[in-house]
């Protein structure tokens, strides 16, 4: 087919017809499945001018896209990055390490590409909340041996010596493509800079950021993090503490009973399995209008961290669909999380997807306060229950003087 501005389709490569205009950040953002039955390189084939390099269309379209993937695709880039070398396979590799340090919450300054007379040539730099600097190389196999004093050794120290980190609070993280990284340890271990440097696995480093979406405290995430510095561990206090608060974190998962004053204080309801979790995020995404990404295990915002969704659902602990009652945990750690976004909801969804409240924490968070509570063991929960009768959500409030409940049901989507 001829090439025509004012056509809406064009082909590219035996690839079904795409909107010319449209970035790949915005087809995906349109049309999820758009592509799921393609490559790596076809996707990079509708951006720009198809090749990734420092500072073009390409690379800023395939950058905002990756901003967006749910985590699986995410996983599947960097896989067919190492399974299926192309001509920008290690530039995409690059890219797509930079965003998964984005979703451990690091702040992720990308390097070059390609290095550039008189620039500093890292592959990128994330730090913490805390200030610390971690300089990244990307490397998609060890089979080559790294000249460290001539590469990212001396890009840190060129970072150092710009005023940019600073010494005491920085250090060097190398990604290598696959989990066979041998021989580099050994070159670090026997170089200068081994108390500057840690190696780390693409696929451990996937590993890392599937954890921390199965966890439920940004704390624990935090601790997970730490792993990333080089450290002596000579001592393994805080080896120990990592496994601690890991730990505490997936007790969350273990409150599976109803314990509400209205309840015998010995009677326990085991949790029956409810699978419409993600009915609910895409009915909640659709609501808002917005692309949500995976942080934690319930827990979504958007790209810019504007706006944050913290969903959990519900089986109805009532023996009638005409009548429910739905009970949900809230922890202190949760209210903090939330408090730090301009924009914030909680959604519950109640027995189905159909049911699915989403409420702005600015309305919900004052209700807090007059919720039973439990508390056991160091730990705190707030009971969030929601009474279905008469066609309206009731969110109850035991702890007012006169008890009534709120009536929630207008943020019913």
């Not at 707030?382 to 035991?398: A, C, E, M, R, T």
Request: aromatic content about 10%; hydrophobic content about 35%; some cysteine.
């Amino acid at each position: 087919m001829p090439l025509n501005l004012k056509n809406k389709y064009i082909t590219r490569y035996k690839t079904p017809y795409i909107p010319i205009m449209n970035t790949i950040a915005t087809l995906y953002n349109e049309t999820p499945d758009i592509f799921k039955d393609k490559s790596l390189p076809q996707i990079l084939s509708f951006a720009g001018d198809r090749k990734l390099k420092d500072g073009n269309t390409t690379s800023s379209e395939f950058r905002n896209l990756l901003d967006i993937v749910q985590p699986n695709i995410l996983f599947e880039f960097a896989n067919y990055c190492l399974s299926n070398p192309f001509e920008n396979s290690g530039l995409a590799l690059q890219d797509i390490v930079n965003q998964i340090g984005k979703r451990l919450n690091f702040d992720v300054e990308y390097g070059l590409y390609k290095g550039k007379k008189n620039s500093i040539g890292f592959d990128g730099i994330w730090t913490t909340k805390d200030g610390y600097n971690i300089i990244i190389e990307v490397k998609t196999t060890d089979y080559i041996r790294i000249n460290l004093s001539e590469s990212v050794a001396k890009y840190r120290s060129a970072l150092i010596d710009a005023g940019k980190i600073d010494k005491e609070n920085s250090s060097i993280l190398i990604v290598v493509g696959r989990e066979d990284t041998g021989d580099l340890e050994s070159q670090v271990r026997g170089s200068r800079y081994a108390w500057n440097i840690r190696i780390i696995s693409t696929d451990a480093l996937i590993q890392l950021l599937k954890l921390k979406e199965t966890f439920n405290d940004a704390k624990t995430i935090l601790q997970i993090t730490e792993l990333l510095k080089p450290r002596e561990y000579t001592r393994v206090d805080k080896l120990i503490d990592l496994i601690f608060e890991t730990s505490k974190d997936l007790q969350l998962d273990d409150i599976d009973t109803v314990e509400t004053p209205s309840l015998s204080p010995t009677k326990k309801e085991k949790a029956i399995p409810v699978n419409f979790y993600l009915d609910c995020i895409h009915k909640i995404q659709n609501h808002l209008k917005q692309q949500l990404i995976k942080q934690t295990k319930i827990t979504y915002t958007t790209k810019d961290n504007s706006l944050c969704v913290m969903c959990t659902i519900s089986r109805n602990h009532n023996t009638t669909d005409k009548q429910g009652r739905f009970w949900f945990a809230f922890h202190p750690h949760q209210q903090k999380m939330l408090e730090e976004y301009p924009t914030a909801y909680v959604a519950f969804g109640c027995g189905d997807s159909q049911k699915t409240l989403l409420i702005p924490y600015a309305l919900f968070g004052p209700l807090v306060k007059n919720m039973w509570t439990t508390e056991k063991e160091n730990r705190m929960y707030w009971h969030v229950i929601i009474n279905y009768k008469n066609d309206k959500f009731l969110l109850s409030q035991p702890k007012t003087t006169d008890h009534n409940p709120v009536d929630i049901t207008e943020y019913l989507i």
